[in-house]
């Protein structure tokens, strides 16, 4: 499921939004394929006598394993790593929801970190620092983490050009510095928020 229109700001607009890797199935996954397995060999080989309860034993681990793996489906459907104009999101949860934002503005440094199966199947976790109460964030599985720290660093240097270019414009007019902000605000650099903050901050001035 994509990320609600409703989790973003006015004028902020959405450049990434990804599900985890396949790879978040691998314990349910693996778990499920083991147990149908078992069934089916123990179903096949095992014909009446003391043993004859085996098969419906395993008849119920199975259910019980897809059962696990249908609930880990749908909580993968409601997880998304996100990237904005103007913030990093992460929501997970179906029923009980629970999610991180980090603001581009707060983003000092971004890493990846991949096993050797995970950069077979292009898979990983991404590190980000940021100068929040958190610190540093850690998401797994997350789908090609090399190229997603390419473009989070890339709207990260973007956002601090841009917000540069307007401080350096700090001498013009306070007419100027509005254009500036409303120019800003349109390419959706500013949320309608830090925009009304600046405004009043300008006209406070």
């Known amino acids: 499921m994509p990320l609600s229109p409703k989790h973003l700001n006015e004028n902020e607009e959405l450049i990434l939004d990804i599900h985890p890797h396949w790879w978040y199935?691998?314990?349910?996954?693996?778990?499920?394929v083991a147990a149908i397995v078992a069934w089916y060999v123990g179903a096949s080989s095992i014909d009446g006598g003391f043993m004859e309860w085996l098969p419906k034993s395993l008849g119920i681990v199975v259910a019980l394993a897809l059962v696990w793996l249908g609930w880990e489906y749908l909580q993968w459907r409601f997880?998304?790593?996100?990237?904005?104009?103007?913030?990093?999101?992460?929501?997970?949860?179906l029923i009980s929801k629970k999610g991180v934002e980090i603001p581009l503005e707060r983003v000092n440094n971004v890493n990846?970190?991949?096993?050797?199966?995970?950069?077979?199947?292009?898979?990983g976790d991404l590190l980000?620092?940021?100068?929040?109460?958190?610190?540093?964030?850690?998401?797994?599985?997350?789908k090609r983490p090399q190229a997603?720290?390419?473009?989070?660093?890339n709207h990260v240097q973007r956002r601090t050009d841009l917000r540069a270019g307007f401080v350096q414009g700090g001498l013009d007019d306070v007419a100027t510095q509005l254009e500036k902000l409303e120019g800003l605000l349109q390419r959706g650099s500013l949320t309608r928020e830090e925009f009304d903050r600046e405004k009043r901050r300008l006209l406070g001035n």
């Open 25 to 32: 199935f691998a314990q349910s996954g693996g778990a499920a």
């Open 79 to 93: 997880t998304n790593f996100a990237i904005t104009n103007a913030r990093v999101i992460y929501q997970e949860g």
């Open 112 to 123: 990846f970190n991949q096993s050797i199966v995970e950069r077979i199947l292009g898979a």
């Open 128 to 142: 980000i620092e940021s100068g929040g109460q958190d610190g540093q964030q850690r998401f797994t599985d997350i």
């Open 148 to 153: 997603v720290k390419k473009i989070l660093l």
